[in-house]
T-cell receptor, first 120, second 110 residues
Framework: EVQLVQSGAEVKKPGESLRISCEGS????????ITWVRQMPGKGLEWMGN????????NYSPSFQGHVTISADKSISTAYLQWSSLKASDTAMYYC?????????????WGQGTMITVSS | QSALTQPPSASGSPGQSVTISCTGT?????????VSWYQQYPGKAPKLMIY???KRPSGVPDRFSGSKSGNTASLTVSGLQAEDEADYYC??????????FGTGTKVTVL
């Protein structure tokens, strides 16, 4: 079965660092780009950025550039989203998704989401 | 990059049709035939319903259809069913491997 499995929910304090993961299985992980999407509580979807797992090339939405880092380790079929200093405004659900697995330039296989709560 | 504009809500009775619009610019929706639509139930991950404006992934009912004219794309759900009650988001490729989502539309089945 083709799937993306994300790491579990996290509760962190402002200023702490964090890395969440997205592990692909059932397909050739390096073949398809991964995207990250934020959904703040009660709000809509926001595209954050992409990574090509084959060479770790990344690009970011201007809204997220400099605030998060996207990376990947193709040897373990895992993509990451990390923060060096969390803020309360980072509280949200974060999803990873493949791009173009069965489509073209669409987000077709989604992870289950990782809820991040940042509170003092 | 600004979010694509969708109506906050849409509704219809069972069996009727509902159409959701998604308005962007010539830099995204109007510039590429790479508009996709996602269905999201509360507390669940989004699901791809339409890609490349009007293509359906395997398993998506043919009640769901997409179209585009100029800078506006549309999703139509025909023969509305109770299970179609969900949030729907459009998304568009915006060039240089950038993407943008719509503001989202809550569909209510009356």
């Amino acid at each position: 079965e083709v799937q993306l499995v994300q790491s579990g929910a996290e509760v962190k304090k402002p200023g702490e660092s964090l890395r969440i993961s997205c592990e692909g299985s059932g397909y050739s992980f390096s073949t398809y780009w991964i995207t990250w999407v934020r959904q703040m509580p009660g709000k809509g979807l926001e595209w954050m950025g992409n990574i090509d797992p084959s060479d770790s090339y990344t690009n970011y939405s201007p809204s997220f550039q400099g605030h998060v880092t996207i990376s990947a380790d193709k040897s373990i079929s895992t993509a990451y989203l990390q923060w060096s200093s969390l803020k309360a405004s980072d509280t949200a659900m974060y999803y990873c998704a493949t791009i173009g697995f069965g489509s073209f330039r669409a987000f077709d296989i989604w992870g289950q989401g990782t809820m991040i709560t940042v509170s003092s | 990059q600004s979010a694509l504009t969708q109506p906050p809500s849409a509704s219809g009775s069972p069996g009727q049709s509902v159409t959701i619009s998604c308005t962007g610019t010539s830099s995204d929706v109007g510039g590429f035939d790479y508009v996709s639509w996602y269905q999201q139930y509360p507390g669940k991950a989004p699901k791809l319903m339409i890609y490349q404006v009007n293509k359906r992934p395997s398993g998506v009912p043919d009640r769901f259809s997409g179209s585009k004219s100029g800078n506006t794309a549309s999703l139509t759900v025909s023969g509305l069913q109770a299970e179609d009650e969900a949030d729907y988001y459009c998304s568009s490729y915006a060039g240089s491997i950038f993407y943008v989502f719509g503001t989202g539309t809550k569909v209510t089945v009356l």
